[in-house]
DNA sequence: GAGCAATATAACTCAGACAATTCATGGTAA
DNA sequence: TTACCATGAATTGTCTGAGTTATATTGCTC
């Protein structure tokens, strides 16, 4: 009786995705589900049955979006006991997938906190290897995207794909292929998930000099200036973040207890 | 005519595998051909009909182990395109079925270098945060592990489980959601394959006390002694490893070449 | 009370059809 | 000639409904 409402809300469901397919939107609204504790770590999902009849898709769709939920280790799925959510200790955070669905819903400060940790801790590393073992070849490229990031501004779609563009280049020189994975993922992640917050806070510094630093101790080979080029830029991005999130709150200590 | 036939093939096929599904093993079996470079990015897979039918499987099955495979980065799939593998940046080399499958076939020593390389980056400063963070309750948890490391050997497999207990209770005291989710990915995956290679090694050297120091700076809240503690034990698993890897060749330089 | 067999329930697998997407081709107009 | 647009074809995407397999629970036996 429903079908014409039916499928104009899985056309309309559709569309407000960017080019999921149907299991992908299934797949990122459970995840945003379980990442953001609506579903919590031991809770059962409902049977497929029950859960595509719910969604008004197919079994087929839901299933394959179970196993991109299990792939990801989120939940686990076994015969006569159902699809469980998994402990977090098992949740591949750092997947992209993952790591945008977390700072989609709510970014989490204390999770966010974790995040710059774990990146203070790595891409100065992997800047003071990219200064010991860059080729020519990514040191033009490092510099033609600091170009770009001097010619189009940081608030353009151009400029920011030649920030990403000179950030990538770094790590391709880091010449780890495990760097490369993990940084450029949560790295992409992160902006992705942070652009639309920072519209609103047009105060932004240049970036200019502080790339420009890291580039210079890249080409001069310098390790421990590329690493403190770096730890100096990720702490900038940390505090244009943190600031662009709680814009007004600083002066409430009482809030920062914890 | 060949129903019995195929369906033994089946059986025999899943049998070898732990417990994985049937999706689950085509997926680990795809996985494998593209990481070790049988199927090269770029490169489309066969159709669904078509593969699903070499492979003796329903498309259904098919279709869910190369949702898994994108899920993972590996492959992306579009209409009237196909299946194409995807290159290699986009890998998410971390996943630990990822690396798994990385370091089943041929663990690449160049790959394992650069494992290695992130480990001695992150591992350390986990057990310096891990020091200045931990609570009572996970210090004791890592004592316990501890006398289970010496009372069963690491040769058994109580032994090896006391062991990843130990490294589980360390990284859970770092309070870094990320870092216990890079790290104890990494380490499982590392340590389950690389288990068979060393059992044909029995020369280990006794691991307690080099754990032990990593404890004892732990319980110092000493993060400087903790992180050269870590430092230390990272190492020793480096050499371990490759040694175990090479054990003979390292005379006949002429081997060597590639 | 401990171990073992039957059972029920969920995921798992299969088969075949139809729909949706997108690249390629060719035709048309500027 | 070039740019643009409809048309077609190939491939993945989605749906339906059925049967199969694994496993937790229950109940029985010893």
Chains 1, 2 share one sequence.
Not at 36 to 61: H, M, W
Not at 142 to 152: C, I, R, S, T
């Amino acid at each position: 009786m429903s079908s014409k409402k039916s499928s104009a809300a899985r056309a309309n469901a559709r569309a407000r995705r960017k080019s999921l397919r149907l299991h992908g939107t299934i797949a990122r609204d459970l995840g945003v589900l379980i990442v953001s504790g609506r579903y919590k770590p031991g809770d059962i999902l409902n049977g497929e049955i029950d859960a595509s009849d719910r969604l008004q898709v197919s079994r087929t769709a839901y299933r394959e979006a179970v196993r991109i939920l299990a792939a990801k280790g989120l939940v686990e799925s076994r015969p006569k006991v159902g699809t469980r959510v998994s402990p977090q200790a098992r949740w591949h955070m750092l997947d992209p997938d993952v790591l945008s669905w977390i700072f989609e819903f709510e970014p989490d400060d204390n999770l966010l906190a974790n995040l710059f940790e774990l990146r203070k801790i790595v891409e100065p590393e992997a800047a003071a290897l990219a200064a010991l073992r860059r080729t020519n070849e990514e040191l033009e490229a490092m510099e033609k995207a600091l170009q770009g990031m001097a010619a189009h501004t940081l608030a353009s779609e151009a400029g920011r794909l030649a920030d990403q563009e000179f950030h990538s280049a770094m790590l391709r020189a880091s010449g780890n292929a495990f760097i490369v994975s993990l940084t450029s993922g949560v790295g992409a992640a992160v902006s992705w998930t942070t652009i639309f917050k920072q519209r609103h806070n047009p105060l932004r510094r240049d970036p200019i000099p502080d790339h420009q630093k890291v580039y210079e101790a890249v080409k001069a080979s310098d390790p421990k200036a590329a690493h403190a080029a770096m730890l100096n830029l990720v702490e900038l991005a940390q505090l244009d973040t943190t600031n662009s999130r709680k814009p007004k709150v600083a002066k409430t200590a009482t809030s920062a207890r914890s």
